[in-house]
């Protein structure tokens, strides 16, 4: 059993591609043979476009799991903090809502510029153009982006 957090970078690797691969195929097989689905493009996938895209995932899954050992590794030396206890209070409830919120914010506010400056010409042209490569979005489409772009 793989825990929650902690245990490094193979371990979030594990648990990234899991939750994602996983999440991934329910709703790209399970969903549609449950109840119909409509898709976002009218025209149709092209042959090999969604195994593409969950090939072309592996690299930020990668890049982001690089990141949460980073994190681990400052909260394990001291260096930064995870808020991993008990929410024993109403006031604690308020901060985590506020942090929750904030933090949206800023990650509206980061993607939205940083995704305007992808489409800058020399930049689209080299990094960015992958992600655009697929016509009919899947589940898989999300991820699938250069690993510069990560």
């Not at 919120?101 to 980061?110: I, P, R």
Request: hydrophobic letters at 45%.
């Amino acid at each position: 059993m793989l825990p929650l957090w902690g245990g490094g970078f193979l371990v979030a690797v594990c648990q990234l591609a899991t939750f994602y691969y996983v999440l991934g195929a329910v709703l790209h097989f399970v969903v549609p043979a449950v109840s119909p689905v409509k898709g976002i493009q009218e025209q149709p996938r092209k042959p090999g476009e969604v195994a593409r895209d969950a090939l072309n995932s592996i690299g930020p899954i990668l890049v982001k799991a690089a990141f949460w050992t980073a994190v681990e590794t400052m909260h394990t030396r001291g260096i930064s903090k995870l808020y991993t206890g008990p929410v024993n209070s109403l006031q604690e409830v308020l901060y985590i809502m506020l942090c929750v919120v904030l933090l949206d914010c800023l990650h509206d506010s980061w993607f939205y510029w940083t995704h305007r400056f992808l489409h800058w010409r020399l930049l689209y042209k080299y990094v960015h153009w992958e992600h655009h490569r697929s016509t009919a979005p899947s589940p898989f489409t999300g991820y699938s982006f250069h690993v510069l772009e990560a």
